[in-house]
């Protein structure tokens, strides 16, 4: 469908990252303790305290700089970002404002609309701390706020791309892709029902006209608490702005930024306060915490234990197995493990194809209906190996197959033993042949059928000759039957 507009969006996105202790202190940064019990002098902002840098949580986000393709910045330092607000004893945060610690990187995505790839530009990549909680009660009559410090000092990733997606699906692709990097780089876990990963986008569209484009002001939009929402949010967020611009006909000149928030029972977003401009933090540079000198070796380090990450991945499985784009997005979308137990399997029958399929639809079946890990699945590689070569060989025929596979997980069985338990007996080629020609002798109006063309009539010999053996394989069994036939034309 041709919009009369196009769409500009850029994200913002922070990420808690997975240390145990916290950026500037050493409390714990567990979810879910009882509020307040997570504090101490440093994250609560007592005077005269000093802060000192989590040396992991710096590790981390230059792991993810350097996966993201940031320039990393050798030298870089921390800055205060002045702002009043009760869930921020401190009244500022610390922050990096204009040395970040990676910049000018991107990541890559396959583009909904046309599954070419695409860059997506990364402005800027810098750590700060979280702020606290502050839970308010609005139901009627209950009007009281509490707050949560135990968030205080939370370290956070803060990934700002740039204005490159084009469309609200692309942009929930777009943070899928960003989720699934960060966990294969363990860097997070990128919950956010747990406020582990909070997104705010910017947008804003422009209308198409016959004198060229003209852009609407730029709204961010917050409060979107699922990758679903912020699809949703945006998709209405264009069409608001397009219906604006039609009633108020052009806007020119300098209009604020606007700050809406997603309401998603109401499906619409509301307009919240005027954005601070950065010149309203008055940023200045932290004066309790030394700057951070980043070695070439360092980076080196990071970058050699990045491992193989997603893209790549993805490319590799296709080029190595055969596989689609399909298959190897669906096996790399469940993490490392599961790659790793597709590729023994798949090398240990020598078909990609075959083996991706049992692992998406079999293994993985399994793992959704137990509600399991990997590690708990019962059967390692070499069992399943078995089992898929002989259905490769054609000794089983896909369902006898499941079958089989069935029986090895609820009785620990090998596939030998399973299929001998299940009686399953392999037919050999002459065998079918000969049954295949009785099945044709007997049923002349069936093959004259098939000679006119009703190539689907060949069901009925199969079904006869399955009558006849039940352990014949029916795809065998089908293709005999029409070489048989063709033969006798
Ligand atoms: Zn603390
Ligand atoms: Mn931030």
Same mark, same amino acid.
């Given at each position: 469908?041709?919009?009369?507009?196009?769409?500009?969006?850029?994200?913002?996105?922070?990420?808690?990252?997975?240390?145990?202790?916290?950026?500037?202190?050493?409390?714990?940064?567990?979810?879910?303790?009882?509020?307040?019990?997570?504090?101490?002098?440093?994250?609560?902002?007592?005077?005269?305290?000093?802060?000192?840098?989590?040396?992991?949580?710096?590790?981390?986000?230059?792991?993810?700089?350097?996966?993201?393709?940031?320039?990393?910045?050798?030298?870089?330092?921390?800055?205060?970002?002045?702002?009043?607000?009760?869930?921020?004893?401190?009244?500022?945060?610390?922050?990096?404002?204009?040395?970040?610690?990676?910049?000018?990187?991107?990541?890559?995505?396959?583009?909904?609309?046309?599954?070419?790839?695409?860059?997506?530009?990364?402005?800027?990549?810098?750590?700060?701390?979280?702020?606290?909680?502050?839970?308010?009660?609005?139901?009627?009559?209950?009007?009281?706020?509490?707050?949560?410090?135990?968030?205080?000092?939370?370290?956070?990733?803060?990934?700002?791309?740039?204005?490159?997606?084009?469309?609200?699906?692309?942009?929930?692709?777009?943070?899928?892709?960003?989720?699934?990097?960060?966990?294969?780089?363990?860097?997070?876990?990128?919950?956010?029902?747990?406020?582990?990963?909070?997104?705010?986008?910017?947008?804003?569209?422009?209308?198409?006209?016959?004198?060229?484009?003209?852009?609407?002001?730029?709204?961010?939009?917050?409060?979107?608490?699922?990758?679903?929402?912020?699809?949703?949010?945006?998709?209405?967020?264009?069409?608001?702005?397009?219906?604006?611009?039609?009633?108020?006909? /052009? @806007?020119?000149?300098? =209009?604020?930024?606007?700050?809406?928030?997603?309401? %998603?029972? #109401? $499906?619409?977003?509301?307009?919240?306060?005027?954005?601070?401009?950065?010149?309203?933090?008055?940023?200045?540079?932290?004066?309790?915490?030394?700057?951070?000198?980043?070695?070439?070796?360092?980076?080196?380090?990071?970058?050699?234990?990045?491992?193989?990450?997603?893209?790549?991945?993805?490319?590799?499985?296709?080029?190595?197995?055969?596989?689609?784009?399909?298959?190897?997005?669906?096996?790399?979308?469940?993490?490392?493990?599961?790659?790793?137990?597709?590729?023994?399997?798949?090398?240990?029958?020598?078909?990609?194809?075959?083996?991706?399929?049992?692992?998406?639809?079999?293994?993985?079946?399994?793992?959704?209906?137990?509600?399991?890990?990997?590690?708990?699945?019962?059967?390692?590689?070499?069992?399943?190996?078995?089992?898929?070569?002989?259905?490769?060989?054609?000794?089983?025929?896909? /369902? @006898?197959?499941?079958? =089989?596979?069935?029986?090895?997980?609820?009785?620990? %069985?090998? #596939? $030998?033993?399973?299929?001998?338990?299940?009686?399953?007996?392999?037919?050999?080629?002459?065998?079918?042949?000969?049954?295949?020609?009785?099945?044709?002798?007997?049923?002349?109006?069936?093959?004259?059928?098939?000679?006119?063309?009703?190539?689907?009539?060949?069901?009925?010999?199969?079904?006869?000759?399955?009558?006849?053996?039940?352990?014949?394989?029916?795809?065998?069994?089908?293709?005999?039957?029409?070489?048989?036939?063709?033969?006798?034309?």
């Amino acid at each position: 469908m041709q919009r009369p507009y196009e769409i500009i969006i850029g994200l913002e996105v922070h990420v808690q990252l997975l240390t145990q202790s916290k950026l500037f202190c050493s409390c714990s940064t567990e979810f879910g303790a009882p509020p307040n019990t997570q504090t101490c002098p440093i994250c609560i902002g007592m005077p005269g305290v000093l802060p000192m840098m989590n040396r992991r949580a710096f590790e981390l986000g230059l792991k993810t700089a350097c996966a993201l393709q940031c320039e990393i910045a050798r030298f870089t330092k921390w800055d205060r970002k002045n702002y009043y607000y009760p869930d921020l004893p401190k009244n500022y945060q610390i922050s990096q404002y204009d040395l970040p610690l990676g910049r000018n990187g991107y990541l890559e995505i396959r583009s909904p609309e046309t599954g070419q790839s695409k860059r997506i530009g990364i402005i800027r990549v810098h750590l700060e701390e979280d702020a606290g909680k502050s839970m308010h009660d609005e139901r009627a009559g209950k009007a009281d706020s509490r707050i949560d410090l135990n968030r205080c000092g939370v370290p956070l990733l803060e990934i700002v791309t740039k204005p490159d997606l084009r469309t609200p699906a692309e942009a929930k692709i777009f943070l899928q892709e960003l989720k699934l990097l960060l966990n294969y780089l363990d860097v997070s876990d990128c919950n956010m029902q747990e406020g582990s990963l909070r997104v705010d986008a910017n947008i804003n569209i422009g209308v198409n006209t016959p004198e060229g484009p003209i852009p609407t002001p730029i709204v961010e939009v917050k409060n979107m608490n699922s990758f679903r929402a912020v699809e949703r949010a945006l998709t209405y967020e264009a069409e608001r702005q397009y219906q604006e611009f039609l009633e108020t006909g /052009r @806007r020119l000149g300098q =209009v604020p930024k606007q700050t809406r928030g997603w309401d %998603e029972e #109401a $499906e619409l977003t509301r307009p919240q306060r005027t954005k601070e401009e950065s010149s309203d933090y008055r940023y200045f540079p932290e004066p309790d915490l030394v700057p951070v000198v980043v070695s070439e070796a360092e980076i080196e380090r990071i970058r050699t234990s990045l491992g193989e990450l997603p893209q790549l991945l993805r490319e590799r499985l296709e080029t190595t197995y055969g596989i689609t784009p399909y298959d190897s997005d669906v096996l790399v979308s469940q993490g490392r493990a599961l790659v790793q137990y597709f590729e023994r399997v798949a090398t240990l029958c020598g078909e990609g194809k075959l083996a991706a399929n049992w692992v998406q639809q079999e293994v993985l079946r399994f793992l959704n209906e137990h509600q399991v890990s990997l590690d708990a699945f019962p059967l390692p590689p070499e069992r399943l190996a078995e089992l898929l070569i002989m259905v490769r060989d054609r000794k089983l025929d896909t /369902r @006898r197959g499941r079958e =089989v596979l069935a029986r090895m997980l609820s009785t620990g %069985e090998s #596939a $030998e033993e399973a299929v001998a338990s299940l009686g399953f007996v392999d037919v050999g080629d002459a065998e079918i042949e000969k049954i295949c020609r009785l099945v044709i002798a007997q049923n002349p109006k069936t093959v004259a059928d098939v000679k006119a063309g009703k190539i689907k009539a060949v069901g009925g010999l199969v079904g006869q000759a399955k009558k006849i053996n039940p352990h014949v394989d029916p795809a065998k069994v089908r293709e005999m039957c029409l070489r048989l036939i063709e033969e006798t034309a």
